[in-house]
């Protein structure tokens, strides 16, 4: 079971769900809304549109480089299936999430302890 993430706002499609536009050159875009169909369909640029993760990673408002998002590639290697292995892979992508979590509320507290710092007393 694979969840794939939405061209528009990157965020998460669960299996059986969303839009599949394939274009006349063969590219498929997968989109998780209605919503972002129409704004892909409007020549949109997610970067530009504030309820994106592109736009609030652009704008230093979410984590963007971690060597944490590297465990969310996907990968098309196919592997033997092991008991073990899978369970090794359950637990470290647990550990991964923890750090992951922890990473994220400190650039949130340190984000939120930089903009207290520039307001000017009146």
């Known amino acids: 079971m ?5 061209f528009f706002c990157s965020g998460p499609i669960q299996p059986g769900h969303g839009i599949l536009f394939v274009r006349n050159d063969c590219k498929q875009f997968k989109f998780c809304a209605r919503k972002c169909h129409t704004c892909f369909k409007k020549k949109r640029n997610p ?27 996907r990968r098309d290697i196919p592997v033997k299936y092991s008991r073990e292995l899978w369970q090794e ?7 991964v999430e923890e750090i992951k979590d922890k990473r994220q509320k400190q650039f949130a507290v340190d984000r939120f302890d930089k903009g207290e710092g520039s307001h000017f007393d009146k």
């Open 47 to 73: 970067r530009k549109v504030k309820w994106t993760k592109t736009y609030r990673k652009s704008r230093g408002k979410e984590l963007a480089i971690d060597p944490c998002f590297e465990f969310e590639r």
């Open 89 to 95: 892979t359950v637990k470290a992508m647990m550990v």
């Open 2 to 6: 694979r969840v794939d993430r939405c």
